[in-house]
């Protein structure tokens, strides 16, 4: 008799770790690398994802798309340019010689743009530039010092309008200017979702000096091709998505309104620090009543987190699930309960979906060991033996006690069958195609017809 509860009980604790240990599995399968089983059971309550902008929503394959120079062309640091600077192409200069170290697609989409021009050598160290003390901001930019022996000491800095332009040292008051702003062109930009990246600069040797701003650049970086299909079917799952970026808020709404989120939830210009406080207002929230992906609606939101840079790290590790972008910096990936190692938006629903099987086949493990048991405890505690005579045989109550771990076992490693579902572009959820062996065989005529090698020599994927 207490054997028998020994085993109900070993029956009904392995129903849970044994589901969330094959699901880990599966979802490992799919390039999904989940950090603990305890994510797995909490992704099925998500019910509000937040999207970081740049790298995440967008592909971080950006490419710089115009250059604006607000700088006189009759200023002191215009003369005496290195060897193939000019006017012309002094604000990518400065910008490339400041991102040179930088990690952030911005950066790297500068740099590619430079190296177009000056090869490999984009600082002109063989014009006597040097460059020192590279600091990146996150959430900001990067800044940097250019040492010439022509001009001496310039610090620069890349990136947002404010922190580009802030004062140099709070005590000493700069008299308002009458500078170029570019506020137009830089509008223009937004609207059509080019990123807005500001270049100053500023003389190290002066110190009542202000930062002059030298010009912007546009940069494009595309949305994903499957961002809107994702928010599609995160909506249709009931889902509320958000966009947070520290990127402005004319660029943001512009993403936003390509990938289907609405503008209400977008946040724009938040600092990293801020978006793990805007991550913690949402879990505050209580949510009017909404469809979830699990069987009870909580009062509370559960928030997942997408993201990719180290800007988005206090967000990541506030957040009940953190995703992270699997081609995004170490820091996330640290930071996050669950990487997306093909980077694939897509494999966000695809986690939602398999936390809910899973969590389905929990409830059904759960209810099959606890029916299973409390038909079989009287047989095994010889209740019917003083009307009946009958006696449960030790070899078949043995083999009993035994049936109900294995069945929960059999029924978990049943979740090794999950398919993914097929992400429609309306966001729709199908049936992934099963791979047959016809369209292997017309793969391999394909392939034949094509490469004009014989069959045996081609292999099919
Ligand atoms: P998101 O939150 O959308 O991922 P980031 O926090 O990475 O965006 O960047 C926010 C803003 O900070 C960018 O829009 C850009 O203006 C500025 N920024 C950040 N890093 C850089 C950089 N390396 N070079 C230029 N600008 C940068
Ligand atoms: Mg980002």
Not at 41 to 67: C, P
Request: hydrophobic fraction near 45%; charged fraction near 20%; glycine fraction near 8%.
């Amino acid at each position: 008799m207490y054997t028998f509860g020994f085993y109900t009980l070993l029956g009904l604790t392995s129903a849970t770790p044994c589901a969330v240990l094959v699901g880990t599995g599966v979802a490992a399968g799919y390039g999904l690398l989940i950090k603990g089983g305890d994510v797995l059971e909490k992704m099925q309550s998500v019910n509000t994802v937040v999207f970081d902008k740049t790298g995440t929503i967008t592909s971080g394959d950006a490419k710089l798309s115009s250059i604006e120079t607000l700088l006189a062309t009759d200023h002191a640091v215009m003369q005496n340019l290195p060897n193939e600077v000019n006017a012309n192409n002094f604000v990518l200069w400065l910008a490339c010689v400041a991102e040179l170290n930088s990690e952030h697609p911005i950066g790297q989409a500068i740099v590619d743009a430079g190296k177009a021009i000056w090869g490999d050598d984009i600082p002109r160290s063989k014009h006597g530039v040097s460059l020192e003390k590279f600091n990146a901001v996150p959430g900001n930019g990067v800044e940097c010092v250019l040492q010439s022996a022509v001009w001496g000491a310039y610090g620069v800095r890349v990136g947002k309008r404010e922190w580009a332009k802030a004062a140099l040292r709070e005590d000493v008051v700069v008299a308002p200017d009458d500078d170029a702003t570019g506020d137009e062109e830089v509008e223009a930009m937004r609207r059509r979702g080019a990123i807005a990246v500001y270049v100053s600069f500023w003389n190290c040797r002066v110190p009542s000096q202000k930062r002059i701003v030298a010009g912007v650049l546009g940069v494009n970086d595309p949305v994903k091709p499957e961002a809107l299909s994702t928010v599609r079917a995160l909506q249709q799952m009931g889902i509320d998505v958000w966009m947070c970026t520290g990127d402005s808020s004319m660029t943001a709404l512009a993403v936003a309104d390509k990938v289907g989120i609405r503008p209400e939830n977008v946040i724009a210009g938040v600092s990293p620090s801020g978006k793990g406080e805007m991550v913690s207002e949402l879990q505050q929230e209580v949510l009017m009543p909404c469809r979830t992906l699990c069987f009870w609606k909580p009062a509370q939101r559960t928030v997942a987190m997408v993201a990719d840079g180290v800007n988005d790290a206090v967000a990541l590790a506030k957040s009940d699930v953190g995703f992270a972008i699997g081609a995004g910096t170490e820091v996330a990936v640290e930071a996050a309960d669950v990487v997306l190692v093909k980077s694939n938006l897509q494999d966000v629903v695809v986690a939602l979906h398999l936390s809910s099987v899973v969590f389905r086949r929990i409830l059904l493990n759960l209810c099959c060991a606890m029916a299973y048991n409390v038909c079989a405890l009287p047989f095994a505690a010889g209740l019917f033996t003083p009307f009946t005579d009958f006696r449960l045989p030790p070899a078949a109550a043995g083999f009993m006690m035994a049936i109900s771990s294995v069945s929960v076992v059999t029924s978990s490693l049943l979740l090794r069958t999950y398919r993914k579902p097929d992400i429609c572009e309306d966001g729709k959820l199908g049936r992934m195609p099963a791979k047959s062996s016809s369209t292997s065989h017309q793969n391999l005529i394909r392939s034949q017809k094509y490469s004009g090698l014989p069959s045996s020599e081609i292999e099919i994927v």
